[in-house]
């Protein structure tokens, strides 16, 4: 089994030394930190890790988790995939409350996340936010006791928890409890615990907030554009794409929306998913997997019971092949996402109409290998017409 770090988890504890949650940290085994890596990407991946990557050792979700996210995910409202009991949001510094972010919070809390203050300042840009906070975390190293007062006094009014947090000695654990501390976190108490197992690759996070955004009930363009500029492999590809001759207009593309918008979303789906795969799998696994996916929706195109369901078809047969993919666990991956149960059941048993037409598909690439029996002459043609496609679409990127 894959021992690799996934992530760091430092419990917090109460009054009677009881673990009441715990905090999530940013770990990886090269050793990079949040600022190494980026704040976006390293909220996006240890939330991945999280849900997708955690072994048994793992007795966190027991208790709230402490997330320290980055000010872009607030703004997304993207939400945690977690269960919102679960989740306590730290809010620090260097997340400017602007009017903008203040609303997003206001969303999330609505949902039924709870946020803690952590590095705050007192200023009146601040105020805003202390109705959304159930804790106050206090860096006692960091904190003078006139700093200490000063908060306590602008917070006093307010019914949150109060949290001692780089908890050194016995002696500091029993003054903060003097002073009227609720909980308690440091190297006196529990060093971070490492949580290692499967690590699900960058490709992995990169695919599934791709999936997320493409296949949403209702696709927005703008966030869509956003999470696409991120990548600049992606965009610039996706550029080249929008001026091929597949695409080439009369106008020129003078923005990556326009060339978004160009490319039209159902082709959109295809490119972005080709890209993001080519990443994290071989050329060979792409081809194999886009194949099954592009002919999985020609199929439902080419059945009157299944009008409509096209866009369906190619998601439940790119999942079902997740694991050739990228080399992730596929039940976990897609357990992340939020598809409907009949997606989930063709990608994973090969059930419901849409389960059928992937359990045809794969029967032709079995028969293709030597290791399966007849197969509908119909559904081969329309295979090997899509593996053709789909080295054009492989041609051109290359």
């Known amino acids: 089994m ?11 504890y109460d009054r009677q030394l009881d673990i009441v949650g715990g ?72 997340i400017e409350p602007t009017p903008e972010l203040i609303e997003a919070i206001a969303r999330w809390h609505k949902k039924g996340f709870r946020f803690a203050l952590d590095d705050f300042e007192l200023s009146p840009a601040w105020q805003p936010l202390f109705k959304y906070c159930d804790v106050v975390k206090i860096d006692i190293e960091q ?67 791709i999936i997320q955004l493409l296949y949403s009930a209702e696709v927005d363009i703008q966030k869509l554009t956003e999470a696409v500029s991120r990548e600049p492999t992606m965009s610039l590809k996706l550029l080249k794409i929008a001026n091929s001759p597949f695409y080439r207009g009369q106008s020129e593309i003078s923005s990556l929306q326009q060339a978004l918008m160009r490319i039209g979303l159902e082709q959109l789906k295809r490119w972005v998913v080709l890209i993001a795969s080519l990443e994290g799998g071989s050329t060979a696994s792409v081809h194999h997997v ?10 439902a195109r080419n059945n009157q019971a299944l009008q409509g369901k096209a866009e369906q078809a190619f998601l439940a047969a790119l999942l079902s092949g997740v694991d050739i993919l990228i080399g992730v666990d596929k039940e976990a991956f897609i357990g992340q996402l939020t598809v409907s149960d009949e997606i989930q059941q ?43 496609r789909t080295r054009e679409l492989l041609n051109t990127l290359a």
């Open 2 to 12: 894959d021992n690799s770090t996934l992530l760091a988890y430092q419990p917090i």
């Open 290 to 299: 886009l194949t099954r996916a592009m002919a999985c929706a020609e199929l």
């Open 346 to 388: 063709a990608a994973l048993k090969q059930r419901g109409v849409l389960g059928g037409l992937v359990s045809m598909v794969i029967n032709v690439e079995h028969a293709a290998h030597g290791h399966g029996g007849k197969v509908n002459p119909r559904v081969l043609s329309i295979y090997n017409e899509q593996n053709l």
């Open 23 to 94: 905090e999530l940290l940013y770990r990886n085994d090269n050793g990079l930190s949040v600022l190494d890596v980026g704040e976006e990407y390293a909220t996006s991946e240890l939330i991945f890790q999280l849900c997708t990557g955690i072994t048994e050792q793992f007795e966190g979700f027991n208790h709230p988790l402490y997330i320290n996210v980055s000010k872009d995910f607030v703004l997304s409202d993207a939400f945690l995939p977690l269960e919102p009991s679960r989740v306590i949001v730290e809010l620090v510094e260097r």
């Open 143 to 209: 904190t003078s006791p006139e700093q200490l007062q000063k908060i306590r006094n602008a917070l006093s009014n307010k019914p949150m928890k109060w949290l001692a947090e780089r908890v050194e000695t016995h002696a500091q654990l029993e003054h903060y409890k003097r002073l009227g501390f609720d909980y308690f976190q440091g190297y006196f108490l529990s060093r971070p615990i490492t949580i290692t197992g499967q690590k699900i690759n960058p490709a992995g996070v990169n695919l599934g907030q």
